[in-house]
């Protein structure tokens, strides 16, 4: 497995489809989190803790055919939309397979309960 830095270098290192899905969430992600972002298990996580992985709060993760967006507390999130996947223990994700599948508002709204269950 590659060891990346930053969450620069993870992106930068990425096919150009997954980039261009990274490209679209990240914003939205560091302006929920801003300054939060590091990496992580490999890939990057945001928390509110002094140091990666203290108080985790969502991660990235791209895969061969698309991205995902997950929450440690995602089961806990209020999700409208059916669209967050549960994962093991507390955890749901969403997948995204193009930048089209990045819905600003509803992913906002996720970050924002997802901090404020970790605060």
Known sequence: MA???TVA???A??????????????????G????A??????HPTWGLGAKPGQSPVCYVKAYSSYVTLGFWRGRALTDP???????AREM?????????DVDSTLFT?????????EG
């Not at 972002?37 to 490999?42: E, L, N, S």
């Not at 939309?81 to 994962?87: A, D, K, Q, V």
């Not at 709204?109 to 269950?117: N, V």
């Open 92 to 100: 749901a994700q969403v997948r995204l397979r193009s930048p089209e």
């Open 32 to 35: 929920a989190l801003p300054g």
């Open 37 to 42: 972002g590091a990496i992580w298990h490999g």
């Open 13 to 30: 290192a990425l096919p150009d489809t997954r980039r261009a899905t990274t490209d679209a969430l990240l914003p939205i992600v560091e």
């Open 3 to 5: 060891r990346y830095e």
């Open 81 to 87: 939309s059916g669209r967050l996947e549960p994962g």
């Open 109 to 117: 709204d996720w970050l924002s309960q997802a901090r404020d269950l």
């Open 9 to 11: 270098d993870y992106v």
